[in-house]
């Protein structure tokens, strides 16, 4: 697991940056009510996405909310005054005070299913009664796009998708939000190359295959005799849903 702390000051670089946060922002606000007037962006992150969401709906006051300093300390920048330090798994707010609440690529970095199902019962909680919860999901499957980088990494050790849609649909109809739309867009600048894969793989960026195993290396090996190693492969597609808290 990164140190997202540490990472702060460089994840927008290496996360597509400005482009892919204007299609995540595009896609969620194409979910979220026009009609919305207060919404929580939990694990905000850097804010990158949340200054979008604001941005483009000057009438709706926007909140973001994220655990780790260093995340928050760049979000708050984006967003003054607007931007708390808070465990998505224990919100600091009041009951149904939000017409909104979306997670953008917050579900898969938690590792237990009852932290997953923690954090949807929170937002759930703070949503108003047919309110909108807008979150990303499979994001792992997001990035195998059938490329040769993808071939090489078929057979690593995996653990099983927390964000996986089937789950996130369950636990959100536990607390009576229901389906109410979904949408894909590309993550614009983040198509693989091989080079950078083996790379994330020596750092410790797949989370089941630790720096220095020579599982590690042997995949890392692989990557760095395949074609055009600075050449990115096609961009992820990530995928997102949206539910309707029951009246």
Do not use: N
């Not at 919305?36 to 939990?42: C, M, N, P, W």
């Not at 949408?183 to 750092?203: E, K, V």
Request: charged share 25%.
């Amino acid at each position: 697991m990164l140190d997202y702390d540490k990472e702060a000051h460089a994840y927008d670089d290496t996360r597509g940056g400005e482009p892919r946060a204007a299609a995540a922002a595009d896609v969620v606000l194409g979910l979220v009510p026009p009609a919305t007037r207060r919404l929580l962006d939990v694990g905000c992150g850097t804010g990158i996405v949340t200054r979008r969401l604001a941005a483009a709906r000057p009438a709706t006051r926007v909140t973001g909310a994220d655990l780790t300093h260093g995340m928050a300390r760049m979000a708050a920048v984006r967003l003054p005054g607007a931007v708390v330090l808070a465990d998505s798994r224990a919100l600091p707010f009041p009951d149904r005070v939000f017409d909104a609440v979306t997670s953008v690529w917050l579900l898969h970095l938690l590792d237990r299913p009852e932290d997953v199902r923690a954090a949807i019962a929170e937002c759930a909680r703070v949503l108003r009664p047919g309110g909108v919860y807008v979150t990303t999901v499979d994001k792992a499957a997001a990035h195998d796009v059938g490329s040769d980088v993808d071939a090489v990494l078929a057979p690593r050790p995996r653990r099983p998708a927390p964000d996986a849609a089937p789950l996130v649909e369950s636990y959100a109809a536990a607390h009576l939000l229901h389906p109410a739309g979904q949408a894909r867009f590309p993550g614009r600048g983040q198509g693989r190359s091989p080079r950078h894969t083996a790379a994330d793989l020596r750092r410790g960026w797949f989370t089941q295959l630790r720096p220095g195993d020579p599982l590690t290396e042997r995949f890392a090996e692989q990557l760095e005799a395949l074609p055009d190693q600075e050449r990115p492969r096609a961009d992820p597609v990530f995928s997102v849903r949206a539910f309707r808290k029951a009246d």
